[in-house]
């Protein structure tokens, strides 16, 4: 059972940076396709970000397109979301997700496309 952790959450004023990490203690991510998704509360849970196992295909929510970077390191098992320009929207807590199903990053980011996730971690813009 492949296990997902994400650590970097924190709090941050409205146009600072964070770097949110995906990461496994076993097993290996370098075969997974791996995508952020985050969840607001009240909201549904939504596709932030993909990269595919080989890091050649990448995509990006609207809304977060020219703020976010989405990176892979397979040698160090780990995912990586740089985020910023931070606003106040992008307060949710965030998921690391991985799939096999798809080679390259799937349009759009589904939710039941993704067999295992990790804990999530807290991300809040606020002054």
């Known amino acids: 059972q492949l296990q997902l952790v994400e650590s970097g959450g924190g709090l941050v004023e409205p146009g600072g940076s964070l770097r949110l990490s995906c990461a496994t203690p076993?097993?290996?991510?370098?075969?997974?396709?791996i995508s952020w998704f985050r969840q607001a509360p009240g909201k549904e849970r939504e596709g932030v970000s993909c990269i595919s196992a080989r890091g050649g295909s990448t995509n990006y929510a609207n809304s977060v397109k020219g703020r976010f970077t989405i990176s892979r390191d397979n040698a160090k098992n780990a995912v990586y979301l740089q985020m910023n320009n931070l606003k106040a929207e992008d307060t949710a807590v965030y998921y690391c997700?991985?799939?096999?199903?798809?080679?390259?990053?799937?349009?759009?980011?589904?939710?039941?496309?993704?067999?295992?996730w990790g804990q999530g971690t807290q991300v809040t813009v606020s002054s």
């Open positions: 997700a991985a799939t096999l199903r798809f080679a390259a990053c799937p349009t759009p980011m589904v939710r039941d496309d993704y067999d295992y």
């Open positions: 076993e097993f290996t991510l370098a075969y997974y396709t």
